[in-house]
């Protein structure tokens, strides 16, 4: 159902579709992750924590 929203996006909502722009390996790899990440260990949680979101990073 994850890889399916994420592929799709969800219609009358801001959540828009990536199925266009990953491959379908990294929309498994995507949906695994969701599945997972509120219980990682914590060195997996750190790197993905550290990872600058394009909308508020400065460059
Ligand atoms: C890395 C990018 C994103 C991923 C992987 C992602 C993934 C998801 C997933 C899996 C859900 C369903 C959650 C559930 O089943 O409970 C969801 C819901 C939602 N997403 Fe995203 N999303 C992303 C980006 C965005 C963006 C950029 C927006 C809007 C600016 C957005 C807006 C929403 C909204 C509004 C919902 C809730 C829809 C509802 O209430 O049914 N998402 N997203």
Request: glycine share 6%; hydrophobic share 40%; proline share 7%.
């Amino acid at each position: 159902m994850t890889y399916w929203k994420v592929a799709h996006g969800i219609r009358f909502t801001a959540m828009p579709s990536f199925g266009k722009a990953l491959e379908d390996r990294q929309l498994w790899q995507l949906t695994l992750f969701l599945k997972h990440m509120d219980g990682l260990p914590p060195a997996p949680e750190r790197v993905w924590k550290a990872v600058k979101s394009e909308a508020t990073s400065s460059s």
